[in-house]
T-cell receptor, first 115, second 113 residues
Framework: AQSVTQLDSQVPVFEEAPVELRCNYSSSVSVYLFWYVQYPNQGLQLLLKYLSGSTLVKGINGFEAEFNKSQTSFHLRKPSVHISDTAEYFC?????????????FGGGTRLMVKP | KAGVTQTPRYLIKTRGQQVTLSCSPI?????VSWYQQTPGQGLQFLFEYFSETQRNKGNFPGRFSGRQFSNSRSEMNVSTLELGDSALYLCASSWASTQETQYFGPGTRLLVL
């Protein structure tokens, strides 16, 4: 079975500062990796995903993430955050050998951008 | 293209009742997955349907069930509601395979009193 750990439940940061949201996973098989964002009273929106190839993945809204196989990590970064980035961020995995779409999510990180 | 729609958006039920939630996927998508989101347990996978067949199932009791129709619309049913079933229920659709992006609906917020 796989599991996902988001090390920080809350991350406060000032506007225009850089931010990193950490994600580690454990799995006995290879996985696909995802980051989703959830704004208040809304569903989840995909920020980016890693399937294969380059370990640096660029997503929407200026976010990027780096897959590190040896450390089993997939940390999300943004060089300069905006107030509008305030939301909850979820890291998720799917095992490659799974025929379907069973996402396993981390506990989420609440990003709070302060003016 | 219309997004994933879920109805109703809000629902209040009492313990012991049953409830049916509906999800209409993006046109052309054949896979529909359901997730439960609670403050205590976070986001947990319930089940996935693909071409009217359950393809994956999470670790939930048999009170939770679902189905998918030929037009890919899906329903989930919870029987004998318990207080702990209060949650945001999210539906996600995708074309087919694991590599495809799952698109989430806004969710149905269920409150059990």
């Amino acid at each position: 079975a796989q599991s996902v750990t988001q090390l920080d439940s809350q991350v406060p940061v000032f506007e225009e500062a850089p931010v990193e949201l950490r994600c580690n996973y454990s799995s006995s098989v290879s996985v696909y990796l995802f980051w989703y964002v959830q704004y208040p009273n809304q569903g989840l929106q995909l920020l980016l995903k890693y399937l294969s190839g380059s370990t640096l993945v660029k997503g929407i809204n200026g976010f990027e993430a780096e897959f590190n196989k040896s450390q089993t990590s997939f940390h999300l970064r943004k060089p300069s955050v905006h107030i509008s980035d305030t939301a909850e961020y979820f890291c998720a995995v799917i095992t490659i050998d799974n025929a379907g779409n069973m996402l396993t999510f981390g506990g989420g990180t609440r990003l709070m951008v302060k003016p | 293209k219309a997004g994933v729609t879920q109805t109703p958006r809000y629902l209040i039920k009492t313990r012991g009742q049953q409830v049916t939630l509906s999800c209409s996927p993006i046109s052309g998508h054949r896979s529909v997955s359901w997730y439960q989101q609670t403050p205590g347990q976070g986001l947990q996978f319930l089940f996935e349907y693909f071409s009217e067949t359950q393809r994956n199932k999470g670790n939930f009791p048999g009170r939770f069930s679902g189905r998918q129709f030929s037009n890919s619309r899906s329903e989930m049913n919870v029987s004998t509601l318990e207080l702990g079933d209060s949650a945001l229920y999210l539906c996600a659709s995708s074309w087919a395979s694991t590599q495809e992006t799952q698109y989430f609906g806004p969710g149905t917020r269920l409150l059990v009193l």
